[in-house]
């Protein structure tokens, strides 16, 4: 019924820039917060940022100053800006959002993830 969707993931080399879009749909109310996470080879899945549904965002130590999250309320949509890309960034990113349904029930959804290799 809601689905997540990543895109613009690709290969970059160190110090390039990429930019992410997740776009939800399916029968949405409302959407509490998005947020970003990555899962490098070999290494857990771990936050990267979140973006409230007032606009208030929380990045990681690992990406602060070089990556921007940010939405399109009326597309339902939330974007990761990434700079200064390094080899470490390199990983599958997912999308999550915390989503209030049309039939009132609300969850977590993920996204099937994009990936991004950052070469040195």
């Known amino acids: 019924q809601v689905q997540l969707v990543e895109s613009g993931g690709g290969f970059v080399q160190a110090g390039g820039s990429l930019r992410l879009s997740c776009a939800a749909s399916g029968s949405i109310f409302s959407i509490n917060a998005r947020g970003w996470y990555r899962q490098a080879p070999g290494k857990q899945r771990e936050w990267v940022a979140t973006?409230?549904?007032?606009?208030?965002?929380n990045y990681a130590d690992s990406v602060k100053g070089r990556f921007t999250i940010s939405r399109d309320n009326a597309k339902n949509a939330v974007y990761l800006q990434m700079n200064s890309l390094k080899p470490e960034d390199t990983a599958v990113y997912y999308c999550n959002a915390r989503i209030e349904t049309m039939q009132e029930d609300t969850a977590d959804y993920w996204g099937k993830g994009t990936l991004v290799i950052v070469s040195s």
């Open positions: 973006i409230t549904s007032g606009g208030s965002t």
